[in-house]
């Protein structure tokens, strides 16, 4: 393991542990029995509901797959992409983005179809870029439209929100702006990156916010209809939450996330608040990953199956 990844895992290890005591300190009278009760409450609409939204998301993140793949010009089946982007992110989302999950698992599934290493690595940093300018476009739009959302997470005047909101949106279009006008490529080390074409653009621009937006649903949908702060709130805290999450690298955002919507939603009950972070959870974390597993074994046996093929008709009789 490189001294970086290793440092990286050591944050995400003080992150689970700063945010585990803090969870401990706001839940410890709450009772297992309470969390229950506030499961049981949710109507079988908005279970359907919360599964629909996590289809949707993952429907998403194939998608920045699908984008990746038509800047490069490659041409793959649309199942394949869509099991190799679930994997990918099911078990990145869990585990951490490190090339231990996501990477390794795209790197297997694309040389198996032909891509060169230089494709694929392109590929996993236009799909991180794809979820990085979807987060900015819809941190900037809430920040500006909504902006003392802020004091939920932050002791900032709405100023300083509508500030940082247009701050971020400005760095969007001139991404748009350099796609449209075709800027020189970037130059960074060995790394060359050019901008896409400007349909590309338009797609990254959708699919981004349209993932964010059908994650942060699953939570909105798990919350009581009572006290229930609206989706637009709860689209805030989760932007908010999961980029700290992600900053942490903290495995699955494990504690993170539950401390950030404890203490942006006190309106809400925290055993409610909790249970609808557990189907959160349970649907776009762990479920996923279950699969995910089940594909990699799948995808690896019809490898080793294939190469098993290929020894025997070489082996003169």
Known sequence: MKRSELIWTLVGLCAVGLSGYLLYQQVRTISLDEIADSLGAITRLHWLLAAGATLGAYAALAWYDR??????????????????????YALAHNIGASVFSGALVRYRAYRSRGMTPAEIGILIVFCSFTFALGTLLASGCVLLLEPQLIHRVAD?????????????????????LGSWRQFKPLHWGKLHIEYPRLRIVGRQLLAGPIELACAAAIIYFALPTEHNPGYFVVFG??????????????????????????????ELPTADVLAALIVFRGFYLLLPLALSLLIVLGFEWTQWQSRHKDSNSATPH
């Not at 805290?237 to 996330?257: D, K």
């Open 67 to 88: 984008i990746a793949l038509a800047h490069l010009g490659k041409q793959i089946p649309w199942r394949f992409v869509s099991l190799c982007a679930f994997t990918t």
């Open 156 to 176: 900032v005047s709405p100023r300083v929100s509508e500030t940082i909101g247009a701050l971020l949106l400005v760095l969007v279009a001139l991404y748009v």
């Open 237 to 266: 805290v989760f932007l908010a939450s999961f980029s700290l999450a992600l900053l942490s690298h903290a495995p699955g955002g494990l504690g993170v996330l539950e401390v950030t919507f404890l203490a942006a939603m006190p």
